[in-house]
């Protein structure tokens, strides 16, 4: 039975995953900030453990404790919404350290296993508004963009050791926690961009595109993990299938 590890388990995509991979009989190791039993059901092939990817002694307990793994989903991120001028550059630095440091740092504590063993599998879920500029979205759109070139450089230095490196890109999934959690970092887009903030808020709120579903997400998780065939790069939603397709 294979085991994968997935970060920020506690809501949306990673709790999706995570549930999908121990239907199909995987082992989980499912991370997150404040371990909660509560949100996966009870299972001998399921354990939680702490995992902040900020915290590099949190890492490596994680990793330590949770023994030899096949595959690495680093799903952990935060959303941030806000114009250049309105978002301090510690805020911007607390994205990156999250969603990109936070990606390379726990990739870096899983390599040593996968590369002795010649074998393993790293998705990095990074995002469908790296395919298409969008407004007040630069720092979130950088921090995963820079996931994204990592992920497709990483995957040439480890394809010689059997080890494959590949992205999932969601698209817009209003079920998660995801655009509550972008919304409690906002500090306030300065009034000068009230007008562009408005234009995003009533494109969402009119926007009658099919949207993504958590479960897209798993599933596109799940072929590339599976799958060594399937591509390195994939869109997971309607909305991202479409965008990628009209790059
Ligand atoms: N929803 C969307 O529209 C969308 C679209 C494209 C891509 N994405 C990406 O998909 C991924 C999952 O997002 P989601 O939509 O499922 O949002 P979500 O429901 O907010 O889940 C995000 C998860 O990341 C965790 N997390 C945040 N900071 C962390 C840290 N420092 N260490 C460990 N875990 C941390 C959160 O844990 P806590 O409970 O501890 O906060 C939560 O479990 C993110 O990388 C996001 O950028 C989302």
Redesign the pocket.
Known sequence: MKTILI??????????IAKHFLDRDWKVVA????PDPEVLPSSENLRILP?????AASIAAAIREAGPIDALV??????LLNALEGTPIGKIREIF???TF?TMAVTQAVLPQFRERRAGVIVN?????TLKPLLLLSI?TAS?AAVNAFTESLALELAPFNIRAALV??????????????RALMLGIPEAYDDLAQKVFTGWAESTDPK?K?RD?AEAVWSVVTDPAAPSFLPAGPD?VAWAAAR
């Not at 970060?7 to 999706?16: I, K, P, V």
């Not at 879920?125 to 508004?129: A, D, G, K």
């Open positions: 970060t920020g388990c506690s809501s949306g995509f990673g709790l999706e991370t997150m900030r404040t995992l902040d990817v900020t915290d680093n799903n952990a991120g935060i959303g350290e999250t969603n936070g879920v990074t995002s469908s508004v979130y995963k890109l969601p698209g817009q999934a209003p079920d998660t926690r995801f655009a509550d959690n972008a993504t958590s997400v991202a």
